[in-house]
């Protein structure tokens, strides 16, 4: 298993952690072509929102600067009443959670740390092109965390048995078919061919090899062999020919 560069933080930080969500609640909300039910903010996925006032109200905060203003001070409420950061972490809009980590990492401790981003990865439909985190801070991300949090005991087993060098495979579609080199890869050929062709997409499967320190994470609560590499050290990416039937890897 190789050693993890830990964040040198004892126990989280509440108080600056809301601080940080508190500037993070008042960045712009961005309009989608669904608003105001479909909206992009760190802390809502609709601009139809109920806020639990006397009494409580359904407002649509694209509308106007008074409603934004009573779901701000709302959420400010909100944050002022968590006890820990898990009370914190579950008022993220879930393709923010990543952001907010970034974010919030000088003021965690290294197990919540780690804990949530093994959490904020597996939710994220395509943590990959997470447009608010670059490749490089995601690496550094997972470079800092602790390999006893980031993973359940089986997974950090299957890395200690895995060889020095290893196999994995990437199933891209038209979608990410220029982010070749990314983090998550599979151990899995079958799993990667599905991913290749979901979407009714004629996508293609890459196979590269990795040596096994390179590794920094295996994910299997979503059955998909997933594995963390750091993708600059991926050698020998090459394509694999699509022969229209199911060949045995080796």
Same mark, same amino acid.
């Given at each position: 298993? #190789? ?6 933080? @004892? ?8 601080? $940080? ?10 309009? !989608? ?5 479909? $909206?992009?903010?760190?802390? !809502?996925? &609709?601009?139809? &929102?109920?806020?639990?006032? @006397? ?12 409603n934004?203003?009573? +779901? ?17 972490? /579950? ?8 952001t ?5 990492? #000088? ?13 904020? +990865? ?8 997470? #447009? ?6 995601? =690496? ?9 949090? =980031? ?15 290893? !196999?994995?495979?990437?199933?891209? !579609? ?5 982010n070749? /080199?990314?983090?998550?890869? &599979? ?5 990667? /061919? +599905? ?9 293609? %499967? ?11 994470? $295996?994910? @299997? ?7 963390? %590499? @750091? ?8 394509? $694999? #020919? ?7 890897? &080796?």
């Open positions: 298993m #190789p050693k993890r560069r830990l964040i040198l933080q @004892n126990q989280t930080d509440l108080k600056q952690v809301k601080r $940080v969500s508190k500037i993070l609640l008042f960045t712009e909300i961005h309009n !989608t072509d669904l608003s105001p039910m479909i $909206v992009q903010h760190p802390f !809502t996925s &609709t601009g139809i &929102t109920l806020v639990s006032l @006397n009494p409580n109200q359904i407002l649509d905060i694209t509308k106007s600067q008074d934004l203003e009573k +779901w701000r001070n709302f959420m400010l409420n909100e944050f002022e009443r968590a006890k820990n950061i898990t009370d914190i972490y /579950k008022l993220v809009n879930k393709p923010y959670c990543l907010f980590l970034k974010f919030a990492l #000088p003021y965690l401790s290294s197990e919540d740390f780690s804990r949530l981003l093994a959490d904020a +990865w597996i939710r994220s439909e395509n943590p990959n092109m997470d #447009p608010n985190i670059s490749k490089r801070q995601m =690496l550094s991300m997972f470079s800092k965390a602790d390999a006893n949090y =980031l993973m359940e005991e089986s997974e950090r087993k299957q890395i200690e048995e895995l060889d020095e060098e290893v !196999t994995v495979y990437r199933g891209v !579609t038209s979608y990410n078919a220029k070749i /080199k990314a983090l998550s890869w &599979t151990l899995d050929y079958k799993k990667a /061919k +599905w991913f290749a062709h979901r979407f009714d997409e004629d996508g293609i %499967v890459y196979e590269a090899r990795i040596r096994k320190e390179n590794i920094l994470a $295996v994910f @299997n609560s979503r059955n998909e062999s997933e594995v963390i %590499v @750091n993708p600059y050290k991926l050698q020998d990416i090459k394509e $694999v #020919p699509d022969l229209g039937f199911e060949i045995k890897i &080796t």
